[in-house]
């Protein structure tokens, strides 16, 4: 299993939004098209990778025996886009494990159950058309790609209303340390504002 990612870092990690990030980051922000299933706060924590192929669940029913809480489960359906393989069983097991959320490439199913359930979900939607223990193969614990994001196990995890953001372990502090001076020139071009400037003004002073 991957190194989890410094507590501390994740702790402060929780306080960014991903739209901060956005305004700066090439890379690692997943495709709009994985969005929480459920409104709810914001989730951080270790990426451990499962990449499932096709209809099969085999692979991802070993994963749930191996993660550890606050682990973050990413699922690369490997371009299937029709077979839901998470439901309210696979969202039972990964919560009563502390789970962190799941972020899959693919849709999911039993949305009822799952509201209930509570486990934060990020996904392509619902799908009625489920996986089953085929054996067909994946691999757990290896470089995975989620809507076209390179996630590899012991990646950081930021999901939240705006989706999820990959970061590498070695780049945590950076960023953070980035978006809390973003957040302060955001704060210091609201204030100009409020004094009266003009847009293109206050962006200017924000930047001195």
Do not use: K
């Not at 739209?19 to 451990?48: M, Y």
């Not at 192929?53 to 490997?78: C, E, F, N």
């Not at 995975?144 to 930021?158: D, F, K, Q, R």
């Amino acid at each position: 299993m991957p190194a989890p990612v410094e507590a501390t870092l994740l702790a402060e990690l929780s306080g960014v939004e991903l739209s901060t990030l956005g305004h700066w980051r090439l890379w690692g922000i997943c495709d709009p098209a994985i969005q929480r299933l459920f409104p709810g706060e914001a989730v951080v924590g270790t990426a451990v990778t499962v990449a499932l192929p096709l209809a099969d669940s085999v692979t991802l029913h070993r994963a749930l025996d191996m993660v550890r809480p606050g682990d973050v489960l990413v699922i690369d359906r490997l371009g299937d886009r029709t077979h839901a393989c998470v439901g309210g069983v696979v969202a039972r097991v990964a919560r009563d494990r502390d789970v962190a959320a799941i972020v899959v490439d693919g849709p999911v199913t039993d949305c009822a159950e799952l509201a209930d359930i509570g486990l934060p979900i990020w996904c392509r939607g619902v799908s009625g058309l489920t996986t089953r223990r085929l054996g067909l193969g994946g691999r757990i614990n290896a470089p995975v790609s989620i809507a076209g994001t390179v996630v590899e196990p012991g990646h950081a995890i930021l999901c939240d209303a705006n989706g999820v953001a990959v970061l590498a372990p070695d780049e945590v502090a950076q960023q953070i340390a980035q978006a809390r001076a973003y957040g302060e020139r955001e704060q210091r071009i609201l204030e100009a504002l409020e004094r009266g400037e003009s847009f293109a003004a206050a962006l200017s002073q924000a930047s001195t």
